[in-house]
C-alpha cells in the first residue's frame, strides 16, 4: 500500500519563527488534505490541496502531486499553533491514509 | 458555516458493553466516513458508507462494529460488546462525493472502555 511519510516528527519553536512541515507519499494521489489536531484531539481542516498552492493568513501549503510531496509553512508562529500537524491523502478509493504527524510545540 | 457534529464528546463505558456514537454529516453531503486514532497514534479509515451501504471498510471494522443512518440526518457507528483496545478517538466525516472530494471532520468522541 501507500506510504505518508511526515517529516519532521518532532518540532520545537520559539514563538514567531517559522518552519516548513513536509509530507512525501509514495504513489500518485487523488486527494490530500493538511490538519491540525489541538490539545483537545480536535482535527482542524488546513487546507484541501492535492495540488498547487493555498495560503490562509499566516499559513501556507504547496503540493507537487507529480514529485509526490507536500509543504506546509508556518509563518510567525504563535503559541496556539502548538499541536500535531497531519497531511492525508486518498489513494485509489474513499478513504483517507494519514501521515505519521508532525508534533510542534511553540514556546513564549 | 456548516460543520460536522457528533455527539457524545465523551463517553465512558465498561467492558462488554454496546455503545452508538453519533454523528450529523454536513446536509447536502452523500459520502460518510468513520475513522479511529488510539492515543499518541494516527488517525486510521474505519469505513466509508454511501447509498444506505457500505462502500468500504478496513480489517479493524470487524463484526464488533456497524453503521447506520437511521434517518435523513444521523450517521451511527454502533461497537457491541466493547474491549479495552477500543479505547481512542473516534471521528465522522462527510463529503460531497468520493475520492476527489474534501472530507469535513467532526470534532471528535473520546471513547474510554474501563
Known amino acids: 500500500g501507500i506510504q505518508v511519510e511526515q517529516s519532521p516528527p518532532d518540532l520545537i519553536l520559539q514563538e514567531g519563527a517559522n518552519s516548513t512541515l513536509r509530507c512525501n507519499f509514495s504513489d500518485s494521489v487523488n486527494n490530500l488534505q493538511w490538519f491540525h489536531q489541538n490539545p483537545w484531539g480536535q482535527l482542524i481542516n488546513l487546507f484541501y490541496i492535492p495540488s498547487g498552492t493555498k495560503q490562509n493568513g499566516r499559513l501556507s501549503a504547496t503540493t507537487v502531486a507529480t514529485e509526490r510531496y507536500s509543504l506546509l509553512y508556518i509563518s510567525s508562529s504563535q503559541t496556539t499553533d502548538s499541536g500535531v500537524y497531519f497531511c492525508a491523502v486518498v489513494w485509489g478509493t474513499y478513504k483517507y491514509i494519514f501521515g505519521t504527524g508532525t508534533r510542534l510545540k511553540v514556546l513564549a | 458555516e456548516p460543520e460536522v457534529t457528533q455527539t457524545p464528546s465523551h463517553q465512558v463505558t465498561q467492558m462488554g458493553q454496546e455503545v452508538i456514537l453519533r454523528c450529523v454529516p454536513i446536509?447536502?453531503?452523500?459520502?460518510f466516513y468513520w475513522y479511529r486514532q488510539i492515543l499518541g497514534q494516527k488517525v486510521e479509515f474505519l469505513v466509508s458508507f454511501y447509498n444506505n451501504e457500505i462502500s468500504e471498510k478496513s480489517e479493524i471494522f470487524d463484526d464488533q462494529f456497524s453503521v447506520e443512518r437511521p434517518d435523513g440526518s444521523n450517521f451511527t457507528l454502533k461497537i457491541r460488546s466493547t474491549k479495552l483496545e477500543d479505547s481512542a478517538m473516534y471521528f465522522c466525516?462527510?463529503?460531497?462525493?468520493?475520492?476527489?472530494?474534501?472530507?469535513?471532520f467532526g470534532p471528535g468522541t473520546r471513547l474510554t472502555v474501563t
Open positions: 466525516a462527510s463529503s460531497e462525493g468520493p475520492i476527489t472530494y474534501e472530507q469535513y
Open positions: 446536509s447536502n453531503h452523500l459520502y
